[in-house]
């Protein structure tokens, strides 16, 4: 398998206060570009790493394997 990089990045802020989330982009060193798609969770500190834990491990079980 390729040695691999993970994208993300994590905030935290009041539910009420988000008016809409974008893809963020990504320059590549060939000249391309591509986005990671921005993901919610919302709910307790509890629910939301219990949330992250099952979107990170549904991840890995539909990334392709090289």
């Known amino acids: ?3 691999l ?3 993300y990045g994590m905030r935290l802020l009041p539910a009420d ?6 893809e963020a982009p990504i320059a590549l060193k060939n000249g391309n570009e591509t ?3 921005m993901h919610i969770l919302e709910g307790s500190r509890e629910q939301i790493e219990a949330q992250l834990r099952l979107s990170i491990e ?6 392709p394997e090289r």
């Open 5 to 7: 990089v993970m994208v």
């Open 17 to 22: 206060e988000i008016a809409t989330v974008g």
């Open 1 to 3: 398998m390729a040695n």
């Open 35 to 37: 986005g990671v798609t």
């Open 58 to 63: 549904a991840f890995f079980d539909f990334y």
